[in-house]
């Protein structure tokens, strides 16, 4: 064992893993680590890092949360399931892609049918303002 020792983020390069996952490690006990006084406060400092670490080991997931079990049945997943998944995903957007078009295309005939059917508004110009009205008639040079 050598004095040297790597901090989350560095043990995370070197591993070529996410820091989350250095985390997952540490709590296992797959990773030798020690919690010491840092400059922003308590850090982990790893002691040691195995070169047979794979970063797609098997971590016990009887332990973890509940999104941690969901992530784990995500990533058993076969490619050509994802892609089924995918293409299944697309068709689903195109569909619901020509209801939205349809739906607005409803939409624009009703409001023509309102307008059509509405009265006439005042011209907004030919109103005269609330004052001019109590106060008689409207001042000219």
């Not at 540490?26 to 850090?43: H, N, P, R, T, W």
């Not at 998944?85 to 005939?109: P, S, T």
Request: charged share 30%; aromatic share 6%.
């Amino acid at each position: 064992m050598t004095n040297q020792s790597f901090n989350i983020n560095e043990a995370a390069k070197k591993l070529n893993v996410s820091t989350r996952t250095i985390r997952r490690y540490i709590k296992a006990g797959k990773l030798k680590a020690e919690l010491v006084k840092g400059s922003f406060g308590d850090e982990y400092r790893i002691l040691e890092l195995p070169p047979q670490l794979d970063p797609n080991l098997d971590l016990d997931c009887s332990e973890g949360t509940e999104h941690d079990k969901s992530v784990s049945k995500i990533t058993s997943a076969t490619a050509s399931e994802s892609f089924d998944l995918i293409r299944e995903l697309q068709e689903k957007n195109l569909a619901l892609a020509a209801q939205l078009g349809a739906a607005a295309e409803r939409i624009r005939n009703l409001e023509n049918q309102v307008k059509l059917l509405a009265p006439p508004q005042k011209d907004k110009a030919a109103v005269k303002p609330f004052w001019q009205r109590w106060f008689g008639r409207q001042k000219t040079d």
